[in-house]
Each structure stands twice: as structure tokens, then as C-alpha cells.
């Protein structure tokens, strides 16, 4: 290990089990910000012992959207800081001797029970009402019963030796001073059978090989830690500082789940969210920083980040909250750089253009949409002429004397020099007191010619946008149709 061990390191320990849940985010960033707020190091480390839950491709995925928020690690897969692998599956070894260490040392024992006899366990505690909990039974083998079970290839577990009557306190860093009675912990599993670790003692090992310094993940590894520190003491290493962060709650204040929206990172990436809008609203699911504000870039994020102000309370997701962040953020940004990401999002509508044209789009409608998507989906006018027309608008704006109006109209826009919103506004207004009609009852069929529809950006920015050809192209072509 390059660094001193006062020196932060922290990880996020992701199971590749599929996307990367919003939950998931708010805990890579959360250790993300306390690292690089002390100028620490920020590892992730993939915890794929669980060969049954993990996904193909999800490990690329996870990274992929990590990137994608701009969250980069220090150390992890593809970029060894001298600790790795960074995969578990690829440490099985590290986690077999460790195994046995503690068994040597009587912190842990060989459990050679059945599947049927542990089942047959389980339901006699439930049956009193008990938590389902092993019965501690191999714990009194004798050395010889051992030896015969190991020599006869019997299929075994490697379990923690709990101590019944010890009382195992810590202090987590959010929810202050826990304890637990020793009685109540299960003799937790830590080699399975089929020779893999189970997930406390690869991830015990790894935090303490990896020199991590705080542990900050979700509270539903709080009951857990308990185990941990058994582990770390029966090591005779020093645990590392606990902080679990609060679970993400829905609006009705259920755990976060599917079934009431999103929970993906992609999910909002594929809906046209940016990155920043949504890294800026998960880091206030759980804490604050000390101003009034809601918007904060990720460097004031790190400036202000203090992991001691988390709260204990969960935290609800609103998504409305993240809208009229993303189109706070959609507002700041600037018309180049959006029209560079709205390439991608406006080619799976069909819509390509050059991205000096898409830039002026998006100067137009940027104040008037929440997401990329919403920008793609309300900007077809800006790209093809409309086929359909709003027939309530029509009727309403549409008279004997308009087509001669929007006729003429067409023809001096056609001899416009200067083809600025300013310009195009003179020429309306000047035609509208010329002809004594009031310029609303010029706009609205303009609007209604080039558009289709009745609400819509400011017309003259329109037409500016649109440019002179098409403007005049759309307005004949409207004309036309309405004469036939
Ligand atoms: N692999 C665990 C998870 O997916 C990590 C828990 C921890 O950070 O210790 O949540």
C-alpha cells in the first residue's frame, strides 16, 4: 500500500448484481466526497463472492455510470494502487487463508451440517417464535470429529465463534454508540462450501488489506457491523470508522423501490438527465451543506461535504425536486456544450443537424424544458415542418383577411436584409400599423403556419432560428394548403 494508514481511504464496495441503484450512487458519492474532501483515496472494489447474484455485464455497467457522474476513482478494476485485484472473485485465496487462520486460532470453526438439519433448525426457531439462528452445534466437535469429517471429504462451512457473553459495542460516526449482546449474533458463515467467502469476511479482509480507514454504506449493514468488529478483533486488527447512511425513502416514505419510479442511474440517464443535476440531488438525500441554496457543483459539494452532518432520518427521493434541478442545470449550461449532448438523444428521435443549428435550439428552448428528452420531443418544429396544425388555434386565429396578411408577410421577410429577431419584430409590427391590425392577430397565424401549434417559444427568436428559407418555405407551403 502507497499511503500512510492516517492518510483517508475509502471505498464503495458495489455486488454486481445489475444497474447501479440511485442508493448506490448517493454511497460511491458520498465516499467520493469525504475522500477527496481530506485528500484521501476513493477505491471501489467489486464484491462478487455471491456467484449466484451476479449479473453479466454488470460490473462494466456500474463503472460505466460511475463514469458517467464523474465520480473517478483513485484505485479499483483497470487502475491497481497496489492493492489489488479489485474484484473478489480474483482474491479467493487471500479469503482461504484468512479462514483458516481463524480457525486455527479457535475465532472460527468447521460446521458440517446438513442443508436438511439447518432447515429442520430453522423451523423449530421459528416455531418459538426465535429468530432463525444456527443452534451453534459444531462448535463442540471435538478436534478428532473434525478431523475425521475433514479427512472424509464431508461437505463443511467455515463459522464465526461468536462470543455468547461478551457485549460488542462501536461507534458509528451517524447513529453514535451502538451495542450489541453477543448471544444474539448468529455464528455467521464465512467460507461456504463450495470455497468461496461469504461477504463479511472477504469484505472485513479486503477493507483491512486495502488499508480502507471509514466504512460509509447504506444502514442495512448496520446489524452487520457488529459481526465485523468480531472479525477485525479476532484478526487483532484495528476496525476501520463506521458511518451508515440513511435509507432512501419514496414520497409516502416506503423504502425506495421500482414500483413507484426509477431507481437506476441509467434509468435517468436514458430519460435525459444530467449528470450533475443528478449527483447535486443525491447528495442532499442525507445531508446539507450549511447555505440556503439547493444547487451545488460538485467541487462546492467537496468544499463543504462533512460526513459527522449525515443524517439519521431517511431521505426522501422526489423526483420532482430532481426535475427542477436538471432544468436548473439544462439553464446554466451553455448552448455548445448541450448541443453536443443533445446529439445523441435527438438522432434516437430521428432529428440529426448541424450542431451550430442545434445550439440555437437550444438558446431557444432551454428555459422551457426539464430533461434532454423533453427538449428532443418539443423541438420537432425547430427541425421539420409541422404536418399537423392546431385546429382550436386555427379557428380561432385564422380569417378571410389572414392569408393576404401572412402572404405579404412572406414576401418582406424574403427582402429582409438583416434577418435578426429584432428586425423580424420591425417588419411585423410595422406591417401590423401599416394595415391597422393589431400584431397578435399576425403572430398567432404565423406561429400557427410554422409550427402548428399555439403555444411555443418567442415567435420572432422562431423565425430567426428557423431562417429566412425555411421560414418563407413553411409559410407558402401553409398557404397553399389552406387554399385548397
Ligand atoms: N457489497 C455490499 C453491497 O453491495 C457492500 C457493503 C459494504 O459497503 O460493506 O452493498
Redesign the pocket.
Known sequence: MNNTTSSVRV?????P?GYLHVG?LR?ALYNYLFARRNNGAFLVRI?DTDQTRSVEGAIENILDALRWCGLEFDEGPGKDGGCGPYIQSQRLETYAAHAKQLVESGAAYYCFCTPERLETVRRQMQAQKLPPMYDRHCRTLTETEVRDNLNNGVAHVIRLKVPIHEEIAFNDVIHGAMKVQGHVLDDQVLMKSDGFPT?HLA?IVD?HLMGITH????D??LP?TPKHILLYRAFGWQPPLFAHLPLLLNPDRSKLSKRQGDVAVEDYRAKGFLPEALVNFVALLGWNPTGERELYPLEELIAQFDLERVNKAGAVFDVKKLLWMNAQYIRMKDDNTLAAQLQSVLAKNNITAEPEYIARAVHLLKDRVETLNDFAESSDFLFHAPHAFDEAYMRKHWNDSTPVAVADLAERFTALTDFSHESIERTVREYAESTGVKPAALIHPLRLALTGKGVGPGLFELIAVLGREETVARLNSFLEIQQK
Open positions: 471505498r464503495f464496495a458495489p455486488s448484481t448506490g454511497t464484491e461477504y469484505n477493507d466504512v460509509i454504506r447504506g442495512e449493514w452487520s
